[in-house]
């Protein structure tokens, strides 16, 4: 027997063993910007839920007047269905959210809708809805309920029935 003894080794140990020396010498390539997805806010996203309902009555009058493009009338859909969101953000309790979702289901529902005399009507019920809302959600703003009564006295006419009928002249 010779002095030199040789541990006899597989053939597969030897792949494992060349694998693992290579996998911790070369390390696992990371593309860091995976881990840091960009969240884009979109330019007409509300900062709060009073601005969002500000948005909704301003943009309602200008849907129901017939003055927005399709692109402005997406953009209106987007603000409504960023009301629950913008509620949940908010101070609202639960039951008071849950009511600002089920208006935004409504007032989406009229903006999926064409423009119509009635539509305007219940539109301008909803966001009344909401601005009494707004006080609630911004408590630590004491001027939000002065505004809200304002913003509410402003948008509670209601239509006659003559105003809701369609005037057309019919000849014989």
């Known amino acids: 027997m010779s002095a030199e003894y040789q541990v006899p080794m597989r053939p597969w140990l030897w792949i494992f ?28 996203k509300p900062h709060n ?5 500000e948005q909704l009555r301003l ?13 402005q009338v997406d953009k209106l859909r987007d603000i409504v ?11 609202l309790n ?29 539109w301008k019920k909803l966001v009344s809805q909401l601005i009494v809302l707004v006080p609630y959600a911004e408590k630590s703003f004491a001027s939000a309920a002065a505004e809200s009564r304002r913003i509410l006295a402003e948008n509670t006419h209601v239509p006659s029935g003559d105003e809701l009928r369609p005037h057309k002249i019919i000849s014989f």
């Open 17 to 44: 063993q060349i694998a693992v020396v290579l996998l911790c010498a070369v390390g696992c390539e990371h593309d860091d910007s995976e881990d840091h997805l960009e969240h884009i806010i979109p330019a007409h």
């Open 49 to 53: 839920f009073a601005s969002c309902v």
């Open 59 to 71: 943009r309602g009058e200008e849907y129901y007047s017939g003055e927005l493009s399709e692109a």
């Open 81 to 91: 269905n960023w009301v629950p969101e913008l509620a949940a953000d908010s101070d």
């Open 94 to 122: 639960r039951q008071q959210w849950e009511r600002a979702q089920q208006i935004s289901k409504e007032l989406n529902d009229l903006a999926s809708r064409d423009a119509d005399p009635k539509g305007r009507v219940q």
